[in-house]
């Protein structure tokens, strides 16, 4: 592979960004109010718009007759604060940025990074004079600035928090009531919450596939709706009277993470026995081992670990399926699990 110096990469860089994005932008120097930002739409975007506004019979309207619809729609108080409350924190910081100002002027960003503000219209991108440049109209920074005298952004931090952590619970336990959820929120957070604010806060950020979904009593892994949450009262059951792991908030949040691996001395062991005695690249290496981690976490059955070798072309011999065998045995009792509150076997003195 040739080598690709700094000047280099950021020029490529430059290009993938500006393909993106110059089919999405407005070819025209950047306007601030609504009725100007939607005169420089066709029809079709129009259209659109509407229906996520649900402008009735949008469909038929022409431009003159939509965009009054959509001014005052756009300009919803609670629409706004409706969206708002459910911007991941990538699209809160580019809100919190272009807020405060006419435009964001910058050619490296990706405007489908901040796909839903610019589904809504309350972000919107130009190209001009060889710049892409970022605009949220000037009424809907005037409606944040009111909500901002009214303590919103904190409040809007601590339902993301709230979020967060109902993220963590259900990957790292699996399935948690509501009224324990509260608890261990108030027990590390200096800002509590109570029970029908957390509900409130959850319902509204299960519709975005967070991971999560509130059930009868319970918020529960999304993993449960495969099956109706038939299992749901087996680990309920399962992890009964066992004692709650529940790490520092720090590491807590942790598990809130996309792709969140716990680096354990037993992974460890595995990751250096496979890469001194069976023959594979590194990648494919990591591969197999995030899969393990996965699978004893979940409790699966021993020959799944086996076939991961021959389903990735990699034949074993017996020395090496007696090898690993104990290792990931060894992993498996050290690995947290739903049925046990995230606790290990280990810590819990179970047998395996």
Known sequence: MPDINGNELNEKLHEIVYKA???????????????????LKNITALRG????????????????EIIPHLAIRM????MIVDLLQILDKNDWD????????????????FSDAYWMMNQLGVLTLFYHAGHFHYVI???????????EKEGFPARKEHGDLINVYAIAAVNLYGVIKQDDFTELFNGQN????????????????????????????????????????????????????????????????????????????????????????????ASTAEDILDEYYYLAR?????????????????????????????????LYYNSRRWSNNGHTPAELGLET
């Open 190 to 281: 200096s800002r509590k919450t109570d029970i029908y604010e957390m509900r409130g806060v959850l319902q509204r950020f299960a519709y975005m596939d967070v991971g999560y979904c509130l059930w009868n009593e319970y918020i529960v892994n999304d993993y449960f709706e495969g099956n109706k949450f038939r299992d749901v009262l087996n680990i309920v059951s399962a992890a009964a009277k066992k004692p709650r792991y529940i790490p520092k908030k720090e590491q807590f949040l942790k598990f809130a993470e996309k792709d969140f691996i716990e680096e354990t001395p037993q992974l460890n062991k595995l990751r250096t026995y496979i890469n001194a005695h069976i023959d594979v690249d």
């Open 49 to 64: 718009l509407g229906k996520l506004h649900k402008v009735p019979g949008c469909s038929k309207m022409e431009k003159a």
């Open 75 to 78: 300009t919803n108080r609670e």
């Open 94 to 109: 580019m809100f919190k940025a272009a807020v405060k100002k006419k435009q964001v002027t910058d050619d490296m960003l």
């Open 298 to 330: 979940s409790e699966a059955d021993l020959q799944h670990f086996i076939n991961l070798f021959e389903q990735n072309g990699l034949p074993l011999e017996i020395e090496q399926i007696k090898a690993l065998i104990g290792l990931v045995n060894d």
């Open 21 to 39: 994005n110059i089919r999405k932008a407005i070819k025209n120097d950047p306007v601030y109010k609504i009725r100007e930002i939607l005169e």
């Open 137 to 147: 109209p000037s009424e809907i920074q005037e409606i944040y600035r009111g909500l």
